[in-house]
């Protein structure tokens, strides 16, 4: 059992985080994305993703819900093939004010029910395009 503990805790300084010796951990978020990333792999759970980070898996459960509000930033999938998102086009009923005519500097907002993520107006189409993608396919 110790060799599994200390597997682990290798694993974890692996990841940049700070293991204090009355068993404290700081977590920085790239390590965070990485495990809740990980939930989101074909066939992977929570409980399995925790057990491997050496964590209960309602941390890992609030992990997501930060994932889910936008205050926790996923990693990019390795994506292979081109990926491509559906534009919802809509006419504006008469009365009701039009669209803005969008600034270079506005940034880009992608919306899915309560997860908003917003990304520089000059993020590549690849990027957009793989975050649509993550949205659709893997819903946390």
């Known amino acids: 059992m110790r060799f599994a503990m200390c597997a682990t805790n290798s694993f974890l300084k692996s990841l940049g985080v700070e293991i204090y010796a009355s068993g404290h951990r700081r977590w920085p978020d790239e390590a965070k994305a990485l495990a809740v990333a990980m939930t989101l792999e074909a066939g992977a759970t929570v409980n399995a993703v925790a057990e491997r980070f050496g964590i209960l898996p309602n941390q890992l459960s609030a992990w997501r819900r930060e994932a889910k509000q936008g205050k926790l930033v996923l990693p990019a999938a390795e994506v292979e093939d081109p990926v491509f998102a559906p534009l919802v086009v809509?006419?504006?009923?008469?009365?009701?004010?039009?669209?803005?005519?969008?600034?270079?500097?506005?940034?880009?907002?992608?919306?899915?029910?309560?997860?908003?993520?917003?990304?520089?107006?000059?993020?590549?189409?690849?990027?957009?395009?793989?975050?649509?993608?993550?949205?659709?396919?893997?819903?946390?």
Do not use: F, K, M, N
């Not at 029910?113 to 990304?119: C, K, P, Q």
């Open 90 to 140: 809509c006419e504006v009923a008469e009365g009701e004010a039009g669209p803005e005519v969008a600034s270079q500097a506005a940034p880009i907002r992608i919306t899915r029910g309560a997860v908003v993520i917003e990304l520089a107006h000059d993020a590549s189409a690849a990027r957009i395009a793989e975050i649509a993608h993550a949205l659709e396919v893997h819903p946390c």
